[in-house]
């Protein structure tokens, strides 16, 4: 699913590399819990997996596809048809309502509109029925949705026309505890549905026990430190 | 969903900002497409106020201020053309047509131009057109009187009332003839031009309301008061009743005179006699000239200049009114510069919104880049935002100019004889709004450049 090899990275301005990754794989429909603090390289890590930064040197591998012999409106096609992204916070359009920002997640992409089974908007919110938000909250505004609510949303935006990959930069930190654990067991339900593969990030080490395999970005990252 | 109903959604998510800048460029838009059309129908009713004459003959003073008192009105003619130069000059060769105008006095406030019935076959304005009847004739005798419509309109005469004229120019003009009531025979068609606010009588009418007595000074108004001044006002108001005992239109201050016995007046063609229209004036204030062949004309008007009996002035009206015109140039280039000068402050207002509320879209824009927006389309999602903005901005301008011109033009007209059209837009002012909404596209480019790099450098990570 995804193979990288030999990754270095360094900002413009910036001497010393922020990445250095000799190795990291990820197979298919595997959970990974990548545990990165703050200055570890994970935003740099998620800009080069989602393609928005150009590799510098070595390789990274996903879904067969070499990013590095892509161009970047390329780059930005492969991400808009198979990964789906959640942030940590207000990942929502507030001018959109719940379930066209759902639909958004199919917005640049003709391949995800067309694994859909039905119309974009039924899907949408069929998505939203199984992540638990019923059609009176899909009637609210976003802004209206308390922040787990908002997370369901996005988690249903990133898995519309079922992407294989999903990337989650800590989309919990917002939440309590309690739900904390409901919206992973959410995703893993949704992403067991899909086969989809997930990149949880998070410094959160008490989640690191849900997840299939633990990664640690300081002990991968040769740049770090 | 697509990329203009996205920055549609996005803009009225922030609509009290958009609104404000819409309303701004709305109202830079009208000011200048009001200005424009005010600008281009002053231009073309004062350029279409002669048309067909040669020459104008006065005595000499400047060119603008001869064309000003003898075609517009405006100002006096502080000198005449004595009468036997005027015939001299008619037997001249190649003369077509004269018209003989006399002014100086008025009524109520109106012009009243002394002339004969040439004036009604050979005077022409607009694209050559002559004067048409909206009602009646020609005079035919020294005791009739031919209106302009507006003159008609604004103090509600009818044909075969009676009115009297004053001496000299001015609303409460203190000295009356009123021993010289005149018969309203003619009402002209509206012209667009100081024709209708004309009252038009036989140059003899004019002499004889003078006297002799007069003639020497015919247009000192102070040496002419021989009487208090209320009770000339009072004279007059009696004639103004004794004209609505026969006619039955209300005129609120003599109401109780308007109602029921007499309607037969109203449009009733008025009989008479033909008379003498001339008389025997000694002066003229100037006088119009068409020629057979428009090769006389410089020929014509290099005499006159030096004419040996008085000095007199021969001014091509065509040539005069350019110049005329191109003073006021400046004038309408200025406020041409300041309507378009508030329209780029509009945009640059929008400009500002946009760039302002920017940083705190980066969110917005974060996450459409995180499902596969490529900056490209950040860029596009930015641009039409202004696009929609300026556009939205046009149209309700373009409505708010109708809405002002339908005000505006009832005013316009009364004050400054200016008649504004209610038609659709001219091809001038398409091309103006379409370099509005270019201007606005442009001006959409910055805030778009900004957000492509915001894009570029954000990527997927939020930074607010």
Known sequence: MIEINNLVFSWPKHPAPTLDIAELTVSQGE??????????????????????????????????????????????????????????????????????????????????????????????????????IDHTLQAKSVSELSIGQQQRVAAARAFIGQPELIIADEPTSALDADSREAFIETLFNQAEKYQATILFVSHDHSLAQLFDRKVSLNEINGAAQ | MNLASLAFKSSWNRKSSVLLTLFTIAISVMLLLSIERVRQEAKSSFANTISGTDLIVGARTGDIQLLLSSVFRIGHANNAVKWQSYEYIKQQRGVAWTIPLSLGDSHKGHAVLGTDSSYFTHFRYGKKQMLAFEHGRAFHNGREVVLGSDVAKKLNYHLGEQIVISHGMGNTSFHHHDDNPMTIVGILKPTGTPVDRTVHVPLIAIDEMHGSAHNASPRMIGKAINKPSNEAVHSHDEHKHHDHDHHSHDDHNHGEHSHGEHQHKTHQPVESEPGDLIGKPKQITAFLMGFDSPLYTLQVRRNINQYQGEPLLAIMPGVTLRELWGMLDIVEKILLLFSVVVVIISLLGMLTTLLATLNQRRRELAILRSVGARPWHIFSLLTSEAVIITLLGCLLGTALFFVAILLAQPVLQAQFGISLSLSMLSSYEVTLLGGIMLAGTVMGIFPALRAYYYSLSDGMSIKV
């Open chain 1, 31 to 132: 959970r990974i819990f990548l545990h990165g603090p703050s200055g570890s390289g994970k935003s740099t890590l998620l800009g080069l997996l989602a393609g928005i930064n150009a590799i510098q040197a070595g390789d990274i591998k996903i879904l067969d596809t070499q990013m590095r012999q892509l161009s970047a409106a390329k780059r930005d096609q492969f991400r808009a048809d198979h990964i789906g992204t959640i942030f940590q916070n207000f990942n929502l359009l507030p001018f959109l309502d719940p379930i066209e920002n759902v639909m958004l997640g199919c917005q640049y992409s003709k391949m995800r509109k067309n694994k859909l089974t039905q119309s974009l908007q039924k899907s949408a919110i069929d998505l939203l029925e199984n992540l638990g």
